[in-house]
């Protein structure tokens, strides 16, 4: 059991929320140092037509809004699937230190799957990868949402 499932078990109640909003099923929490939720987000690319709306981007604005800053050093960044190459971006940009994820996303991951930008020697960040936190469910949630578009 990680020191993680309960932050993840509320980014899978956010990813839950995106898919009955018709969209993939993402969920993403912020965490402050002392480990209070700051900001939250799931997937709203259908509902406000944005290509930017990814869950990650949407709870590091939320974090940078509540902490008064831009820099979330010291915050994780608590994920149901692998960030793409836009949110790992977005939380280099952040300065955001430690990522744990639900499931890997082996087609578009940018945190160790395809790509590992987030510790990228040449970027010179070093983010810490927690991966496999509650996968199975974030997995199945995945896969439901898939295979009732099919």
């Known amino acids: 059991m990680s020191r993680y499932d309960a932050v993840m078990g509320r980014a899978l109640e956010l990813a839950l929320a995106a898919a009955q909003a018709g969209d993939v099923p993402v969920g993403a929490v912020v965490l402050n140092p002392a480990g209070d939720v700051i900001g939250e987000g799931h997937n709203r690319r259908e509902l406000a037509h944005d290509p930017t709306a990814h869950a990650e981007v949407l709870a590091l604005r939320e974090a940078a809004t509540a902490s008064g800053s831009w ?3 010291g915050c994780t960044l608590v994920v149901t699937l692998e960030p793409c190459l836009m949110c790992a971006g977005a939380l280099l ?3 955001i230190p430690r990522l ?3 499931a890997w996303d082996e087609k578009a991951g940018a945190t160790g799957s395809q790509w590992d ?5 040449r970027i010179g960040s070093k983010v810490e990868v927690i991966s496999g936190v509650r996968a199975a469910e974030a997995t ?3 896969q439901e949402f898939f295979a009732a578009k099919r």
Request: no cysteine; aromatic share 0%; net charge positive.
């Open 71 to 73: 820099r979330l050093d």
């Open 93 to 95: 940009a952040a300065r």
């Open 100 to 102: 744990v994820i639900g």
């Open 117 to 121: 930008v987030v510790r990228d020697s």
């Open 140 to 142: 199945a949630l995945l």
